[in-house]
């Protein structure tokens, strides 16, 4: 009787460990909400470590990063379709990549979802002036003017340097 005792909880524990295990295994999906917000600070880790590379004129090493971020973003993107952090941070490293009509794509549709998003703001205007529309270059400062941020002034100087 005891032996039998024994057993059933064995067993018991056994099924518990196994669920436990597969519960686990869901949670570190690729789908899981934590997993793309991981990509999502990986990601904008390379891009922040890319920029100073770029700053230093390391434009190789810069461009590598990008495209390791641009990876890591595009998986996060996957999971969520709507975060104007992710489209912004995929615009640019596009953008940075050479791939402009691709990263205005992700700008705009960021805007769709944040219209005073001061990030995707700044960096379209780039985009537009890096691409000739000045114009545009100057709508997107105009959104940024009342905001009493860096973004306003880092676009301003991109404008009046070209």
């Given at each position: 009787m005891k032996f039998k005792k024994i057993f059933i909880i064995l067993v018991a524990l056994f099924i518990f460990i196994q669920y436990l295990g597969t519960a686990y295994a869901a949670s570190s999906d690729s789908g899981s909400s934590d997993n793309y917000m991981n990509l999502y600070s990986e990601a904008k880790k390379f891009v922040l470590r890319a920029k100073k590379l770029e700053e230093k004129n390391k434009i190789d090493r810069a461009n590598k990063l990008?495209?390791?971020a641009l990876e890591k973003l595009q998986r996060a993107y996957k999971t969520d379709r709507n975060n104007p952090d992710i489209l912004n941070y995929l615009g640019f490293t596009l953008r940075k990549t050479g791939k402009f009509q691709e990263a205005e794509k992700y700008y705009l549709a960021g805007l769709k979802i944040k219209p005073d998003h001061n990030g995707i703001n700044e960096y379209l205007g780039?985009?537009?002036?890096?691409?000739?529309?000045?114009?545009?270059?100057?709508?997107?400062?105009?959104?940024?003017?009342n905001c009493n941020c860096e973004e306003y002034s880092e676009l301003k100087e991109v404008i009046e340097n070209n």
């Open positions: 990008y495209v390791k780039e985009l537009y002036v890096k691409t000739g529309r000045m114009e545009l270059a100057k709508e997107r400062l105009a959104v940024l003017k």
